[in-house]
């Protein structure tokens, strides 16, 4: 093989040439002939081995070769024999040049650390694709891990290339960047606190990849669709992406939506203010009018009956209706509020369902409604909100009762 490096050398020599231009002629000959072969020979050994390793992926039922191929692992791997052959004729065509056989290890070494650097992170790569298939990894923030491990490898090749090109061994620089462990924690503060918090973060279980969050400083209010080393990114139901540094995830407060996706309704609380002056005691004709309504007929029949009784036990004089026990049309709504709540197709039985009277307003009392609904899906949550006070606030005349106006003037 020396011989064949060396052919261009004696044919020019034999035809006149002097050995110095010779020799410059046979190197630059020699560098493009092998750069000719080294690229026909990568581009057929690329062929060939994405060529065996499809062919298996599409047997295979295991979707790690098929990102191994997406990922070009194979490309890579492809370029070993070139390099191995750079590594082996260069330094034959160099022979004549002893002072650039110096420039010609550190050079190799470079450009195998960096080869076997791209391997890996295909490899990784391959990995988080991988994980991000199965059901178990889906939420998980496999990017953060994945990042980690790369700033490894490249710190590693970034010591090894500098340990190469200086001549100096490993333990020198890392001799010296533990004297400088201070400034790297400075340059690295937020990539270390995004590592902590993306552990934090998967142990704790506190946000998923999936997860509805909000978070107002930010002006985050959706989906969390990446969790990486530095940011999280959320977006918005505008479609509109916020990214949040990751570690503000653990020093910050937040509200993540997950406990009610998982529970079995979305909570409706929600009240109606109603005018204080309305509310009153209701009279027997009063009572008969409302009990045509079916939903509480029972409810009323059986409350008037307890009432009677009891008034008529303690001799109470019902010609002024203040005296003794009374129904009032606003408790007799409250009534028919919750009776019209457990009876709604899209509320949940089996959650709290309750009407419950609030402290008393400047603008009147609020009447709050308290219960979830059995779609959590947000547009339809809203329709069957907005259908209940719909209904609701239709309801109310019925009682007797009047809602809260801002050009409501009370009457003399």
């Known amino acids: 093989m020396k011989d064949l490096t060396r052919f261009f050398y004696h044919f020019f020599t034999a035809r006149g040439f002097s050995e110095n231009t010779s020799e410059y002629l046979n190197l630059s000959i020699g560098i493009g002939v092998l750069i000719l072969i080294l690229l026909v020979l990568d581009l057929i050994l690329k062929k060939i081995c994405i060529a065996i390793f499809k062919k298996y992926a599409s047997k295979s039922k295991n979707l790690f070769d098929d990102y191994l191929v ?224 079916e939903l509480i007929r029972d409810y009323i029949k059986n409350a008037q009956q307890e009432i009677d009784t009891f008034n008529n036990s303690e001799n109470i004089n019902k010609n002024t209706l203040i005296n003794g026990r009374n129904l009032t049309n606003m408790g007799v709504f409250r009534v028919y509020v919750e009776y019209y709540l457990k009876n709604h197709p899209n509320i949940n039985k089996e959650m709290t369902i309750m009407s419950r009277q609030l402290a008393p307003t400047s603008q009147g009392i609020p009447l709050e409604i308290y219960a979830f609904s059995n779609d959590k899906e947000w547009n339809n949550y809203e329709k069957i909100m907005a259908d209940i006070f719909d209904h609701l606030l239709s309801a109310v005349p019925y009682f007797k009762l009047k809602v809260f106006e801002l050009n409501y003037t009370s009457e003399k």
């Not at 750079?86 to 650039?100: E, K």
């Not at 391959?126 to 939420?139: A, G």
């Not at 606190?193 to 959706?222: C, H, P």
């Not at 937040?254 to 005018?275: A, C, E, P, T, V």
Request: glycine residues 4%.
């Open 70 to 293: 997406k990922n070009k692992t194979f490309d890579y791997i492809a370029h070993i024999v070139p390099l191995s052959l750079t590594i082996w004729i260069v330094p034959m065509l160099f022979s004549s040049f002893p002072t650039a056989e110096k420039y010609l290890k550190p050079l190799f070494d470079i450009m195998t650390i960096l080869l076997v650097i791209w391997i890996l992170r295909s490899v990784l790569k391959t990995c988080r694709d991988f994980l991000k298939s199965l059901d178990s990894f889906k939420d998980k923030p496999i990017d953060s891990y994945v990042q980690v491990f790369m700033i490894f490898v490249w710190f590693i090749g970034g010591i090894l290339i500098f340990s190469s090109l200086t001549g100096k061994s490993i333990w020198t620089f890392l001799t010296a960047l533990g004297a400088m462990s201070a400034v790297i924690l400075l340059i690295f503060k937020d990539t270390i606190l995004g590592f902590v918090a993306s552990i934090q973060v998967a142990v704790n279980d506190t946000v998923r990849i999936g997860d509805w969050i909000t978070m107002e400083k930010y002006g985050a209010d959706g989906d969390v669709i990446e969790i990486n080393l530095s940011s999280v990114k959320v977006q918005n139901f505008d479609k509109t992406i916020t990214t949040i540094p990751t570690y503000h995830l653990t020093s910050e407060s937040f509200r993540n939506w997950r406990g009610m996706m998982d529970s079995g309704g979305r909570r409706i609380k929600r009240s109606l203010l109603l005018q204080t002056t309305s509310i009153q005691f209701l009279s027997h004709e009063e009572i008969e009018k409302i009990a045509e309504i």
